[in-house]
């Protein structure tokens, strides 16, 4: 499901005060191992998860495929990102490019294809709506199949993360699936541009979680940067729970971290 566009307000860290956004030393890579996979194994099954139902909302699925990756694989973004950013704003040092964020354990992310009707060009997790009687675990892994080109079995499945209700009508299920190494995407073209190997560590850069105020939602709008781009709910919600449970034991919820406003329709 996708992410939006980057907005423009405070920007806050959890303890409240206002920071610009700042530059970060190389992060330490995590090492793709069986210890790494049995921690989330085990911090996945220890969690209470938080399930939200809506009759009023679709339910969606989203794969988090936890694969290997290479430090530099990724110097150059495959996609024409200058022809997509033309008049959007960006924040001063960010170009909408992700660059130089492969290394060790890491997780796929994708950015969608520009000729889609909505939520063109933006992030996304592999993922989309339930089929009539299909399990969110079935319908992640058929998705990861249709899109990303990626089949795997039930049995990589690692857990699921709390359900995320969007502003735009879904309530999202997240399935953590251990790829088993480095696996090769094959994109579909018609929905997906390109492919991305996002190293783990990226999600614990000390400039990151952000936090915005707005003024039509009392909850705040949760960033995640990444490479030279923002990412935010409801992608940026589930890799900050990835962060916080599955990498570091956390039970805080994240099923009320608002999306901007523009993503709400």
Not at 75 to 85: G, L
């Amino acid at each position: 499901m996708p992410d939006a566009p980057s907005t423009r307000h405070t920007v806050e860290k959890p303890d409240g005060r206002g920071r610009p956004l700042a530059s970060y030393g190389r992060a330490v890579t995590i090492t793709y191992d069986e210890t790494l996979r049995e921690r989330f194994r085990a911090n996945l099954s220890g969690h209470d998860r938080r399930i939200v139902t809506d009759p009023t909302k679709r339910h969606a699925a989203v794969a988090v495929v936890v694969v290997d990756s290479e430090v530099g694989e990724d110097r150059v973004d495959p996609a024409p990102v200058d022809d997509w950013i033309a008049g959007r704003p960006m924040e001063a040092g960010l170009d909408g490019r992700m660059v130089d964020v492969s290394g060790g354990a890491a997780f796929l992310l994708c950015r969608r294809a520009s000729r889609l009707t909505s939520h063109a060009a933006q992030w996304a997790l592999p993922g989309g709506r339930l089929d009539p009687g299909e399990t969110p675990v079935a319908a992640a892994l058929r998705e990861l199949d249709e899109e990303v080109g990626i089949r795997l079995p039930d049995s990589t499945v690692l857990g699921m993360l709390d359900d995320y209700p969007t502003r735009s009508g879904y309530v999202i299920t997240p399935v953590v699936i251990w790829g088993g190494g480095k696996l090769d995407p094959r994109p579909a073209p018609d929905e997906v541009v390109a492919v991305y190997r996002v190293g783990l560590h990226q999600l614990q850069r000390d400039d990151s979680p952000r936090f915005i105020s707005i003024p039509e939602s009392p909850h705040p709008v949760v960033q995640i940067p990444l490479g030279n781009d923002l990412i935010h709910a409801p992608t940026g919600a589930v890799l900050l729970q990835v962060r916080w449970l599955c990498l570091e034991g956390r039970h805080d919820p994240v099923d009320e971290l608002e999306q901007p406003v523009f993503a709400w329709k």
